[in-house]
């Protein structure tokens, strides 16, 4: 007789030691208040509200990682998710192989969050955690473009920019996060991809060692929040949701 298998787990890695520069001095950008709770608190909860996630590891300012712990400690999650703050990286890539360090061996799908997005919808973490569970080795959510884009020269700041090329906007999508990966093939890639190499993203990573990505619909709501008026419309959401959900 077959032994039973052990439940599928997933861990979910949150850079946040980023200084957040463009939503200007003070704070930083994680740890801003949203609606009166750190920014941060609502990405925790935002993985921790899909009940695959048993586990999520918060990757903080090198000198902070003490401060960021404690102040988790004030918001507690369910028995069901355990959480774990560890010191981070220089960068967000050295910070997320710092987190991915941190996994025990028995993780099999391992997402990768933008603090900065604090309100991604429970069932767009749920769609990336079920592309990986049914063999994706990695996958984004994303969503198609509302703007015309153009391909330009850079020039310096201020000065008019040669357009050069207007890329096809039915093949673009802006990619969001939960960002969803078999842990190996996360592993390997942020070994094989020198820093500074130009991917902007995890996924980018893996494209570079040959290996698929997919997309799965992503949410209006799982904005990245980083300038100002990002977060006045994020606080607009979180009113709108506190008001009609129940959302703490």
């Known amino acids: 007789m077959s032994e039973p298998s052990r439940p599928v787990r997933t861990a979910a890695v949150i850079p946040a030691a980023g200084r957040g520069v463009r939503l200007g001095p003070g704070t930083p950008k994680a740890l801003r208040a949203l609606g009166g709770t750190p920014m941060l608190v609502h990405a925790v909860r935002a993985m921790a509200a899909s009940r695959a996630v048993s586990l ?3 990757v ?19 028995d069901r998710t355990d959480l774990v703050v560890v010191p981070g ?50 996958v984004v ?18 000065t008019p920019e040669p357009v050069v090329g207007t890329p096809e906007r039915a093949l673009l999508r802006a990619v969001q996060t ?11 890639a942020h070994h094989a ?26 949410h209006e709501e799982a904005f990245k929040v980083t300038r100002p008026l990002d977060l ?15 959302y703490v």
Not at 60 to 78: I, M, Q, S, T
Not at 141 to 151: C, G, H, W
Not at 232 to 246: N, S
């Open 89 to 138: 990286g220089q960068t967000r890539q050295e910070s997320v192989r710092l987190g991915l360090a941190a996994l025990p061996q028995d993780i099999d799908v391992v997402l990768v969050h933008d603090a900065a997005r604090p309100l991604v919808p429970v069932d767009t973490v749920d769609a990336v955690i079920a592309a990986v569970r049914a063999g994706a080795p990695a």
């Open 141 to 158: 959510p994303a969503l198609p473009l509302a703007d015309t884009v153009k391909q330009v020269e850079p020039q310096p700041q201020g």
């Open 193 to 218: 991809v020198v820093e500074g190499e130009g991917a902007t993203d995890d996924a980018g990573l893996v494209e570079r060692l040959g290996t698929p990505v997919v997309v799965v619909p992503g």
């Open 178 to 188: 939960p960002q969803g990966f078999d842990p190996e093939t996360l592993r390997k």
């Open 56 to 58: 999520i590891v918060v």
């Open 60 to 78: 903080a300012p090198p000198d902070g990682a003490a401060d960021v712990d404690r102040l988790l400690n004030e918001y507690p999650l369910a």
């Open 232 to 246: 006045v419309l994020a606080e607009a959401v979180l009113a709108r949701r506190r008001a009609t959900d129940g």
